[in-house]
């Protein structure tokens, strides 16, 4: 069991324009293929999907940004909750998409009328925990991008996605070398809360 619990409730939600806010990110890792250097970079991108409670289909972590932390902090928070995983997080975001909420009625009514607005960022994977807060009710999933593409519940998300793919690949990093630790470690990042991630800028 994780020594770390996951934050529930309504009492620290953030809302702007009758919008609940909401943060989250798209978990990545790169799978190097030592046999086959043709192989084109979003065939070597993997991300990771989790399961919905009660449900089997896919999503990407994310939740309520709460009052007491920045939307930063609520992306990686989320990450590790739900999914399990620390990484290195972007710090720009891959862009802000409103979407309905797809929950029960009465949640529906808490979010002042099921409008959501949601800032989704990239994470890159350093650290999958043995344990993790909601391991109990999610299962998680490594996917290359075009079953993540298939299988991804929410249209907003598959939106994320199709930006997240661009955004990396005007960064540079389809070379392997750009996705060297040492060219990451020349960034600035900075440490947001080690029990979290880290972020870039």
């Excluded at 590790?80 to 998409?97: H, N, S």
């Excluded at 994470?123 to 909601?134: D, G, Q, R, S």
Aim: one cysteine or more.
């Amino acid at each position: 069991m994780s020594n770390l619990s996951a934050r529930t409730g309504r009492d620290r939600q953030r809302y702007e324009n009758n919008f609940r806010l909401v943060s989250g990110c798209i978990p990545y890792r790169v799978v190097k293929d030592e046999e086959d250097s043709s192989v084109d970079f979003e065939n070597k991108l993997q991300v990771l999907m989790v399961s919905s409670p009660n449900r089997h289909d896919l999503v990407f972590p994310k939740g309520g940004w709460e009052d007491d932390e920045t939307v930063l902090e609520a992306a990686s928070r989320e990450a590790m909750e739900e999914a399990g995983v620390k990484g290195i997080l972007r710090e720009d975001p891959l862009g802000v998409w409103e979407f309905k909420s797809k929950s029960s009625s009465v949640e529906a009514e808490c979010y002042l009328g099921g409008g959501c607005k949601g800032y989704m960022f990239a994470l890159e994977v350093k650290e999958e925990l043995a344990t993790w807060p909601e391991q109990e009710n999610r299962q998680r999933r490594w996917l290359n991008v075009k079953e993540a593409l298939e299988l991804c519940r929410y249209e907003w998300m598959q939106s994320a996605l199709e930006e997240f793919l661009r955004v990396m690949a005007e960064d540079g990093r389809t070379k392997e070398d750009s996705l060297a630790v040492s060219s990451i470690s020349n960034r600035g990042e900075h440490q947001i809360d080690p029990r979290y991630c880290f972020v870039v800028n």
